[in-house]
């Protein structure tokens, strides 16, 4: 158990230009806290999760787990155990094997070995299988067996790198559960790495949304996703997409003109009519509406049927200036591509505005 | 169209395959053919002796004339030149290609490039330079001088050969793995590199094996004393006699050709390249 600390951690890759991969990041994950560091490719998740490993340098900064500064220590000295995205199981050992080849490292007694791989192994549904090795078994078992690796190890943090990506999607819905309920029931402190913003929002108890390096946002998923603090969180986080587009403030919000009304207060400090902003909509915040009501006309271009509802895209405004959005409606709906549907905002929809030019949240 | 097109590409296959095979069979079927005539019908020119014998073969392995007398020594010479130089080259290859893949240091390519660079240079260019400095180190005459010398040229292919299946086939999450663990570098050579590396080091090993055991230039110049030479060497001395027993001659070139055959089918099964399968997803 510990607490882990990046303080104003950076990683700079040089070679033909500079690149900082991770730019002075900081960030404490508190002790047993599961966080998750997520971000597209080349946000530098990966590589902040290999700076805490100590598989990669820190240029600038420090890390700190459990109070000490470990930026300058050996990795198997941080007491951190990681679970990579291939497993990295090792072919030539049996399952009992790879489990223990940390501890029999330690030079732990072979008793204790055998004890701890089984309770990981019972833990893990693993014990038939001990004496197997890694090309004997499945996908998801193998998973499971890079789990019990970093469980007998009994750590103090756990290093997760997109530990599911190589599952297929069932299988996937399954192991999230499984490792958040582990997590919650060992209470290690976690770092786990996704670029999938659905595992984030359902394994972390923080979510730290990563984007070229800089740290956007860290903070409970209900939080990213009803305050995200830019356009980048906003449209990142959440599925579908938020719809993001260009608007002006009037008396409400003005998009491809026609204004959709919502309450002063919700415009927070952009008071200036005729202000542009980028409208952040969630799929969810719109609806269906009638004729007579206020709401912005919709070309039907796809209509995605998922059975518990329906994602309908189309274009909203004129040609040569329209913009492509998201509208979740109810299971059903008829909406067949060409047809112009029209949305309105649902009651307690909440309208993110975001400076157009920096993205910085506005309201 | 399609069935008869490969009907036709199978059969040129097969007329290469009885080509190469024939083309390869013959020389060891002159050497059977003539190790089996006696002494009196060896240029008899027929396909098969009339009278067949295995005088020769007796005569080898009883060491009974003055060209085999040391035969039994000779060929334990060759046997301990080549096993001594595969275990060096492995040796040194392994490690340098665990260097170069693993530990990947920035001036790994230029290693690699500049062992391979060596063979442009052929060997028999190297033989006055190498004798000379053979004969600095005080080795003329010693095995360990054909041994260094053939380690020397063996190893540059081997590194080339075992760096590449390292870089390839070795995913660099298993050192990494290895190094949470707790494992250094030492570790992860033993109990993580050399057990994954067994496809590309028998492979590597047969060659540096057949290198020395067929090598001759450097054998006849290093080794002088009957009781050091090596059989290639021994092969080369029936030339140099008046009557030149080509019988006895060709039964001692087929015994020094079967140990090569039967490494190869001893290992075959190990090169195959399986070992790695599982660790990790690709």
């Given at each position: 158990?510990?607490?882990?600390?990046?303080?104003?951690?950076?990683?700079?890759?040089?070679?033909?230009?500079?690149?900082?991969?991770?730019?002075?990041?900081?960030?404490?994950?508190?002790?047993?806290?599961?966080?998750?560091?997520?971000?597209?490719?080349?946000?530098?998740?990966?590589?902040?999760?290999?700076?805490?490993?100590?598989?990669?340098?820190?240029?600038?900064?420090?890390?700190?787990?459990?109070?000490?500064?470990?930026?300058?220590?050996?990795?198997?000295?941080?007491?951190?155990?990681?679970?990579?995205?291939?497993?990295?199981?090792?072919?030539?050992?049996?399952?009992?094997?790879?489990?223990?080849?940390?501890?029999?490292?330690?030079?732990?007694?072979?008793?204790?070995?055998?004890?701890?791989?089984?309770?990981?192994?019972?833990?893990?549904?693993?014990?038939?299988?001990?004496?197997?090795?890694?090309?004997?078994?499945?996908?998801?078992?193998?998973?499971?067996?890079?789990?019990?690796?970093?469980?007998?190890?009994?750590?103090?943090?756990?290093?997760?790198?997109?530990?599911?990506?190589?599952?297929?999607?069932?299988?996937?819905?399954?192991?999230?559960?499984?490792?958040?309920?582990?997590?919650?029931?060992?209470?290690?402190?976690?770092?786990?790495?996704?670029?999938?913003?659905?595992?984030?929002?359902?394994?972390?108890?923080?979510?730290?949304?990563?984007?070229?390096?800089?740290?956007?946002?860290?903070?409970?998923?209900?939080?990213?996703?009803?305050?995200?603090?830019?356009?980048?969180?906003?449209?990142?986080?959440?599925?579908?997409?938020?719809?993001?587009?260009?608007?002006?403030?009037?008396?409400?919000?003005?998009?491809?003109?026609?204004?959709?009304?919502?309450?002063?207060?919700?415009?927070?400090?952009?008071?200036?009519?005729?202000?542009?902003?980028?409208?952040?909509?969630?799929?969810?915040?719109?609806?269906?509406?009638?004729?007579?009501?206020?709401?912005?006309?919709?070309?039907?271009?796809?209509?995605?049927?998922?059975?518990?509802?329906?994602?309908?895209?189309?274009?909203?405004?004129?040609?040569?200036?329209?913009?492509?959005?998201?509208?979740?409606?109810?299971?059903?709906?008829?909406?067949?591509?060409?047809?112009?549907?029209?949305?309105?905002?649902?009651?307690?929809?909440?309208?993110?505005?975001?400076?157009?030019?920096?993205?910085?949240?506005?309201? | 169209?399609?069935?008869?097109?490969?009907?036709?590409?199978?059969?040129?296959?097969?007329?290469?395959?009885?080509?190469?095979?024939?083309?390869?069979?013959?020389?060891?079927?002159?050497?059977?053919?003539?190790?089996?005539?006696?002494?009196?019908?060896?240029?008899?020119?027929?396909?098969?002796?009339?009278?067949?014998?295995?005088?020769?073969?007796?005569?080898?392995?009883?060491?009974?004339?003055?060209?085999?007398?040391?035969?039994?020594?000779?060929l334990?010479?060759s046997l301990?030149?080549a096993?001594?130089?595969?275990?060096?080259?492995?040796?040194?290859?392994?490690?340098?290609?665990?260097?170069?893949?693993?530990?990947?240091?920035?001036?790994?390519?230029?290693?690699?490039?500049?062992?391979?660079?060596?063979?442009?240079?052929?060997?028999?260019?190297?033989?006055?330079?190498?004798?000379?400095?053979?004969?600095?180190?005080?080795?003329?005459?010693?095995?360990?001088?054909?041994?260094?010398?053939?380690?020397?040229?063996?190893?540059?292919?081997?590194?080339?050969?075992?760096?590449?299946?390292?870089?390839?086939?070795?995913?660099?999450?298993?050192?990494?793995?290895?190094?949470?663990?707790?494992?250094?570098?030492?570790?992860?050579?033993?109990?993580?590199?050399?057990?994954?590396?067994?496809?590309?080091?028998?492979?590597?090993?047969?060659?540096?094996f057949l290198?020395?055991w067929?090598?001759?230039?450097?054998?006849?110049?290093?080794?002088?004393?009957?009781?050091?030479?090596?059989l290639?060497?021994?092969?080369?001395?029936?030339?140099?006699?008046?009557?030149?027993?080509?019988?006895?001659?060709?039964?001692?070139?087929?015994f020094y050709a079967l140990p090569p055959v039967l490494i190869y089918?001893?290992?075959?099964?190990?090169?195959?390249?399986?070992?790695?399968?599982?660790?990790?997803?690709?």
């Amino acid at each position: 158990m510990a607490e882990v600390q990046y303080d104003s951690a950076s990683r700079i890759f040089s070679g033909g230009s500079e690149v900082r991969a991770v730019d002075a990041l900081d960030l404490r994950v508190a002790d047993g806290e599961f966080l998750v560091l997520v971000g597209p490719s080349g946000s530098g998740k990966s590589t902040a999760l290999r700076m805490l490993a100590g598989l990669e340098g820190c240029d600038e900064g420090r890390i700190l787990i459990g109070g000490d500064d470990v930026t300058a220590v050996h990795p198997k000295d941080r007491d951190i155990a990681m679970v990579f995205q291939n497993y990295a199981l090792y072919p030539h050992m049996t399952v009992g094997e790879n489990m223990g080849f940390a501890l029999r490292l330690r030079r732990t007694g072979k008793d204790e070995i055998q004890r701890r791989v089984a309770d990981a192994a019972a833990m893990l549904d693993l014990t038939t299988y001990l004496d197997r090795k890694p090309k004997a078994l499945s996908g998801g078992q193998r998973q499971r067996v890079a789990m019990g690796r970093a469980i007998v190890r009994e750590p103090s943090v756990f290093l997760m790198d997109e530990p599911l990506s190589n599952l297929d999607a069932k299988l996937r819905v399954e192991t999230r559960a499984n490792i958040a309920a582990l997590q919650r029931r060992l209470a290690t402190t976690t770092v786990y790495v996704t670029h999938d913003q659905v595992e984030a929002m359902t394994m972390g108890d923080r979510v730290a949304v990563l984007r070229d390096g800089i740290l956007q946002q860290c903070a409970a998923p209900r939080e990213l996703y009803d305050r995200p603090v830019n356009s980048f969180v906003a449209g990142f986080i959440g599925s579908p997409a938020m719809n993001l587009v260009a608007a002006t403030v009037t008396d409400g919000i003005e998009i491809a003109g026609t204004t959709l009304r919502i309450p002063a207060s919700a415009l927070g400090s952009v008071t200036q009519a005729g202000t542009p902003v980028l409208a952040g909509i969630r799929p969810e915040a719109l609806r269906l509406v009638g004729d007579a009501d206020e709401g912005i006309d919709m070309r039907v271009v796809l209509c995605e049927e998922l059975g518990s509802d329906t994602y309908v895209i189309g274009d909203v405004g004129a040609d040569g200036a329209s913009h492509r959005i998201t509208a979740r409606v109810p299971a059903g709906v008829r909406a067949e591509p060409g047809r112009t549907l029209r949305l309105g905002l649902s009651e307690s929809a909440a309208v993110h505005l975001f400076d157009p030019d920096t993205g910085d949240r506005l309201n | 169209m399609k069935t008869r097109r490969s009907a036709l590409s199978t059969t040129a296959l097969v007329a290469v395959g009885v080509l190469l095979a024939v083309w390869t069979l013959l020389p060891v079927y002159h050497m059977l053919v003539v190790s089996l005539s006696p002494s009196d019908e060896l240029f008899a020119g027929r396909l098969w002796p009339e009278d067949p014998t295995l005088t020769a073969f007796s005569t080898v392995l009883t060491e009974g004339d003055f060209t085999v007398e040391r035969f039994w020594l000779q060929l334990w010479n060759s046997l301990f030149v080549a096993v001594v130089s595969a275990v060096g080259v492995l040796a040194i290859a392994t490690l340098a290609a665990f260097a170069v893949a693993r530990l990947r240091p920035r001036w790994a390519g230029l290693l690699t490039t500049s062992a391979l660079a060596t063979y442009v240079i052929p060997l028999s260019f190297l033989a006055i330079p190498l004798y000379k400095a053979m004969a600095n180190y005080n080795l003329l005459g010693s095995q360990w001088a054909l041994i260094l010398a053939t380690i020397t040229f063996g190893s540059p292919y081997a590194l080339w050969v075992l760096s590449q299946y390292a870089r390839a086939s070795i995913p660099s999450e298993l050192d990494e793995a290895a190094t949470i663990d707790g494992a250094g570098a030492w570790r992860i050579y033993f109990q993580i590199f050399l057990p994954l590396m067994r496809p590309p080091m028998v492979v590597v090993g047969i060659y540096a094996f057949l290198l020395a055991w067929n090598e001759y230039l450097m054998a006849f110049l290093f080794l002088s004393e009957e009781d050091s030479m090596t059989l290639p060497v021994t092969l080369g001395n029936f030339l140099n006699s008046d009557q030149i027993q080509w019988n006895v001659m060709m039964a001692t070139a087929l015994f020094y050709a079967l140990p090569p055959v039967l490494i190869y089918y001893a290992f075959q099964r190990n090169v195959s390249s399986g070992s790695t399968a599982g660790g990790v997803k690709n």
